[in-house]
C-alpha cells in the first residue's frame, strides 16, 4: 500500500510540472542556460554619448557571450518603470537601470528583490537604498560639475553672465552638473542670464541661445550640459556673428568628449569639454560573472574614471583616446 501511495506521488507530481511547462512556465534556469537581462536606457538617439553607451552594452550582452538581452528605452522615468516591471514578470536574471530621474524606484526595486531579480544601475545613481540593488557603475556627475566649474572660474573674467542650457531635467547628469554651477553662482555672484532645460537637444539649444540674443542681453559664457547642446548653442551664435572660444566673445563649454567636440577644442571653436565615460559594460558583465559564482562584491560603487580638457592644452591624441 505505501509502496503504491508513494508511485502515485510521482505520478501526480509530474503531473503538475509537465502542467507548468505546457502553460509557458519557465525558470530561469530552463532558459538555454543562458544569463537573461533587461536593460532599461534612455534614447541612444539622446546624444553622441548615449548612441555610444548603447552600442557598448549590445556588443557585450550577446547569445555569444552567455546573454539574452532584451532592451527598452525611454527619457521618461514612468515609462522606465513600467519596462522595469514587465522585465521583472518576465523573470530576467538580472535588471540593469541607467534611470531617466534619480525619484520613484524604491517600489519597483523591492519587487525585483522579492522575485529574486538582481539589480544594477548603470551610468546613473538613484535616490534609493542601496540594499535595493547589487552594484552601481556610475559617473560622479557632482564631480563632473565641479571640475567644469572650478575650470570655469580660474579662467579669471571680469565678470560672468552665463546662458545655462540644462539636460533634462531631474536626472543625476543635470542634478550634478546644475548643482555645481548654481552653487558657484550663489557664492561668486555670477550672474545666470538664463537658465532652461534643453532636454540634451541640439534644436533646442539653439533656440534658447537664440531668445537671449533676440532679447539683447549681454553674455559672455555658455554652460550646456552635454555637447550636443553645446554645439545648438554654437549654431545660434554662429548665426549671430558671435565669436566663441579661444580668444572669442563667448566661452563655451560642454560634457561628453565625443570626439567631434573634442576635435571643436583643438580647433579652439570650444573652450573646455568634461567628460563622461560611456563604457559601463565591460564592468558590468564582470559583476554579473562574480554573482553568478557566488562571490560578494566587495565594491558596491564603482565611479568612472574621468577628467575635464582645455582648448588651450588638448593634443590629437587626446581627440584619438578619450573620444567617443
Known amino acids: 500500500m505505501k509502496k503504491l501511495k508513494r508511485l502515485l506521488s510521482i505520478v501526480l507530481t509530474s503531473a503538475m510540472v509537465f502542467s507548468v511547462a505546457a502553460c509557458g512556465g519557465q525558470t530561469k534556469a530552463e532558459d538555454d542556460g543562458l544569463i537573461h537581462v533587461g536593460i532599461i536606457n534612455n534614447d541612444p538617439n539622446e546624444s553622441g554619448y548615449r548612441a555610444a553607451n548603447d552600442k557598448s552594452l549590445k556588443e557585450m550582452f550577446t547569445e555569444a557571450n552567455g546573454y539574452k538581452a532584451d532592451f527598452a528605452y525611454s527619457l521618461k522615468n514612468d515609462e522606465q518603470i513600467a519596462a522595469a516591471q514587465k522585465f521583472i514578470t518576465d523573470g530576467?536574471?538580472?535588471?540593469?537601470?541607467?534611470?531617466?530621474?534619480?525619484?520613484?524606484?524604491?517600489?519597483?526595486?523591492?519587487?525585483?528583490?522579492?522575485?529574486?531579480?538582481?539589480?544594477?544601475?548603470?551610468?546613473?545613481?538613484?535616490?534609493?537604498?542601496?540594499?535595493?540593488?547589487?552594484?552601481?557603475i556610475v559617473s560622479d556627475m557632482d564631480k563632473e560639475g565641479q571640475q567644469a566649474v572650478d575650470w570655469l572660474k580660474s579662467q579669471n573674467l571680469s565678470e560672468y553672465n552665463i546662458i545655462h542650457i540644462q539636460g533634462v531635467m531631474g536626472s543625476a547628469a543635470q542634478r550634478g552638473r546644475s548643482g555645481a554651477l548654481d552653487a558657484e553662482a550663489q557664492t561668486s555672484g555670477w550672474?545666470?542670464?538664463?537658465?532652461?532645460?534643453?532636454?540634451?537637444?541640439?534644436?533646442?539649444?539653439?533656440?534658447?541661445?537664440?531668445?537671449v540674443i533676440d532679447a539683447k542681453t549681454p553674455f559672455n559664457v555658455i554652460y550646456a550640459e552635454n555637447d550636443d547642446m553645446a554645439k545648438g548653442a554654437v549654431a545660434a551664435l554662429d548665426k549671430a556673428g558671435i565669436t566663441h572660444g579661444v580668444d572669442g566673445e563667448v566661452l563655451i563649454v560642454g560634457f561628453d568628449c565625443n570626439k567631434w567636440a573634442?576635435?571643436?577644442?583643438?580647433?579652439?571653436?570650444?573652450?573646455?569639454?568634461?567628460?563622461?565615460?560611456?563604457?559601463?559594460?565591460?564592468?558590468?558583465?564582470?559583476?554579473?560573472?562574480?554573482?553568478?559564482?557566488?562571490?560578494?562584491?566587495?565594491?558596491?560603487?564603482?565611479?568612472?574614471?574621468?577628467?575635464?580638457f582645455d582648448a588651450t592644452t588638448i593634443t590629437q591624441e587626446d581627440v584619438d583616446k578619450y573620444g567617443i
Open 262 to 308: 573634442l576635435t571643436e577644442l583643438l580647433n579652439k571653436n570650444w573652450n573646455y569639454d568634461g567628460q563622461c565615460n560611456p563604457f559601463q559594460a565591460s564592468y558590468i558583465d564582470d559583476i554579473i560573472k562574480k554573482l553568478e559564482a557566488g562571490e560578494t562584491i566587495s565594491e558596491k560603487t564603482i565611479i568612472m574614471d574621468e577628467k575635464g
Open 92 to 136: 530576467v536574471d538580472y535588471l540593469l537601470l541607467s534611470a531617466a530621474d534619480t525619484a520613484g524606484w524604491d517600489t519597483v526595486l523591492k519587487d525585483a528583490q522579492k522575485a529574486g531579480t538582481k539589480v544594477i544601475l548603470f551610468d546613473r545613481t538613484i535616490d534609493a537604498d542601496p540594499s535595493l540593488y547589487e552594484a552601481s
Open 191 to 211: 550672474n545666470i542670464v538664463a537658465q532652461q532645460t534643453g532636454e540634451w537637444s541640439a534644436d533646442n539649444a539653439q533656440q534658447i541661445v537664440q531668445s
